[in-house]
T-cell receptor, first 118, second 114 residues
Framework: DAMVIQNPRYQVTQFGKPVTLSCSQTLNHNVMYWYQQKSSQAPKLLFHYYDKDFNNEADTPDNFQSRRPNTSFCFLDIRSPGLGDAAMYLC?????????????????FGPGTRLLVL | GESVGLHLPTLSVQEGDNSIINCAYSNSASDYFIWYKQESGKGPQFIIDIRSNMDKRQGQRVTVLLNKTVKHLSLQIAATQPGDSAVYFCAEVRLSGSARQLTFGSGTQLTVLP
C-alpha cells in the first residue's frame, strides 16, 4: 500500500510556466518535506512543514513555494521554472515530537516526480 | 562547512562477493546516520541506521560501521546480489528546530556483475 504518493510521476512544463507538484500521505505524519534531486546528485532539502509551520532552507530560491492545506497534502509550486529546475522532486514525511528518541525508518519517501522543463 | 561525502562515485562487485561502501562526514554533532538505497526512478529506501554513540550495527546482510575518530562511516553488504545494484547514500541526521533534518552525501553507484 502506497504511503507517500506523488502525482504526477512525470511532469513536462514550459520555461516560465508555473507548475504544481503534489504529495499526499496516508501515514498521518505531522512533518512533510520537499527535496530536489538533480541527475547523479544527492537529494537536497528545499523546505519542510512541521504541522502548519513552514520552514524554508536558507538557500532555497524564491521561485519555489509550498502549500499544505491539511495534514495529508502538500504542494510544491514552481512559479517560473527555468531549465535548471529540471530534476526529480521527492516528498517525504515523518512523525516528529521534537526529540530524537525514536530513530530508524522515520522519514518515508515518495517515488518522486520527474520534472522536465522545455 | 558541514558536509557528508562519499569516497568513490562507483563500485562494481561480483555477485556473491561482499561490498563495502564508504562515507566521510565532517559534522561531529550529528545525532545519527542513515544509509539509503535508491533504485533508478524511485525514492530513497531506508536500509539501516546507527546512532552516534555506537560503532557497529548489523541488519540482514548489512552492517554499518562508524568510526568517530576519523569521521568515517561504511556500509557492508554481504553476498551481494543483482538486486543490490543501486545508488547508495549516507545521510547525517540532526535535530533542527522541531524536525530532524537529513543531509545526504553524494552517493555511490553499486553495480553487481554476474
Amino acid at each position: 500500500d502506497a504511503m507517500v504518493i506523488q502525482n504526477p510521476r512525470y511532469q513536462v512544463t514550459q520555461f516560465g510556466k508555473p507548475v504544481t507538484l503534489s504529495c499526499s500521505q496516508t501515514l498521518n505524519h505531522n512533518v512533510m518535506y520537499w527535496y530536489q534531486q538533480k541527475s547523479s546528485q544527492a537529494p537536497k532539502l528545499l523546505f519542510h512543514y512541521y504541522d502548519k509551520d513552514f520552514n524554508n532552507e536558507a538557500d532555497t530560491p524564491d521561485n519555489f513555494q509550498s502549500r499544505r492545506p491539511n495534514t495529508s497534502f502538500c504542494f510544491l509550486d514552481i512559479r517560473s521554472p527555468g531549465l535548471g529546475d529540471a530534476a526529480m522532486y521527492l516528498c517525504a514525511t515523518s512523525r516528529e515530537d521534537g526529540s530524537l528518541n525514536t530513530i530508524g525508518e522515520t522519514q518515508y519517501f515518495g517515488p518522486g516526480t520527474r520534472l522536465l522543463v522545455l | 562547512g558541514e558536509s557528508v561525502g562519499l569516497h568513490l562515485p562507483t563500485l562494481s562487485v561480483q555477485e556473491g562477493d561482499n561490498s563495502i561502501i564508504n562515507c566521510a562526514y565532517s559534522n561531529s554533532a550529528s545525532d545519527y546516520f542513515i544509509w539509503y538505497k535508491q533504485e533508478s526512478g524511485k525514492g530513497p529506501q531506508f536500509i539501516i541506521d546507527i546512532r552516534s554513540n555506537m560503532d557497529k550495527r548489523q541488519g540482514q546482510r548489512v552492517t554499518v560501521l562508524l568510526n568517530k575518530t576519523v569521521k568515517h562511516l561504511s556500509l557492508q553488504i554481504a553476498a551481494t546480489q543483482p538486486g543490490d545494484s543501486a545508488v547508495y547514500f549516507c545521510a547525517e541526521v540532526r535535530l533542527s528546530g522541531s524536525a530532524r533534518q537529513l543531509t545526504f552525501g553524494s552517493g555511490t553507484q553499486l553495480t553487481v556483475l554476474p
